[in-house]
Nanobody, 120 residues
Framework: QVHLVESGGGLVQAGGSLRLSCAVS??????MGWFRQAPEKEREFVAA????????YYADSVKGRFTISRDNAKNTVYLQMNSLKPEDTAVYYC???????????????WGQGTQVTVSS
């Protein structure tokens, strides 16, 4: 069983940066992902990383601005978010990738989420 705890969210001005962390306990040899959910919107894929860290994947909306990484020695997955925009405002969740797609249904063991708010 895997337990995930996100942290690092907060309030930032447009153009600013934040780094989110996802602490992983339990079995750690999983591909991992970050998703986000804005009010009254569906949860959407943001980024994913293979268990070794050698492969990364991004939604088009964040490509070039966000970077996913992991430190398996620390059992932590990160999401570095630069050049933040008001439309990046959402609750951000990390999850274990259980399937082959980037759909919500192919991820599990969701954390509780961390709020990111970007002011204009």
């Amino acid at each position: 069983q895997v337990h995930l705890v996100e942290s690092g969210g907060g309030l930032v001005q447009a153009g600013g940066s934040l780094r989110l962390s996802c602490a992983v306990s339990g079995r750690t040899f999983y591909d991992m992902g970050w998703f986000r959910q804005a009010p009254e919107k569906e949860r959407e894929f943001v980024a994913a990383i293979s268990w070794s860290g050698s492969s990364t994947y991004y939604a088009d909306s964040v490509k070039g601005r966000f970077t996913i990484s992991r430190d398996n020695a620390k059992n932590t997955v990160y999401l570095q978010m630069n050049s933040l925009k008001p439309e990046d405002t959402a609750v951000y969740y990390c999850a274990v990738r259980l399937g082959s797609s980037f759909r919500v249904t192919d991820f599990g063991s969701w954390g509780q989420g961390t709020q990111v708010t970007v002011s204009s």
